[in-house]
């Protein structure tokens, strides 16, 4: 069975940092490149960041460039997002999606998805 457990979100001030996690199994981690997604109240799912497995290179919303880092540990079969600098305007539900090909911001082109994890960050 394929799953992709997020976890990590909270409730944060603004200026602070969190860690999202995304656990996989079911399928050959390595082989896909992972992207993170996130809706806020009231507002389309928006891509946040995506890292191939080729080469670990990764893409950034430009909402979040320098506050933002994806990592992965293929060992663990988990990658992360380190929130940093975090703004009120990052309150959504965060998801992690997994995609057997390039990275993309169409959302319909993954092939699994997590559950979301909510982040919300006060003034």
């Known amino acids: 069975e394929v799953q992709l457990q997020a976890s990590g979100g909270g409730l944060v001030q603004a200026g602070g940092s969190l860690r999202l996690s995304c656990a996989a199994s079911?399928?050959?981690?390595?082989?896909?490149?992972i992207g993170w997604f996130r809706r806020a109240p009231g507002k389309e799912r928006e891509g946040v960041s995506c890292?191939?497995?080729?080469?670990?290179?990764?893409d950034y919303a430009d909402s979040v460039k320098g506050r933002f880092t994806f990592s992965r540990d293929n060992a663990k079969n988990t990658a992360y997002l380190h929130m940093n600098s975090l703004k009120p305007e990052d309150t959504a539900v965060y998801y992690c999606?997994?995609?057997?090909?390039?990275?993309?911001?169409?959302?319909?082109?993954?092939?699994?998805w997590g559950q979301g994890t909510q982040v919300t960050v006060s003034s």
């Open positions: 890292m191939r497995s080729s080469d670990s290179s990764t």
């Open positions: 079911g399928f050959t981690f390595d082989d896909y490149a």
């Open positions: 999606a997994a995609i057997e090909g390039a990275c993309t911001n169409y959302a319909y082109a993954y092939d699994y």
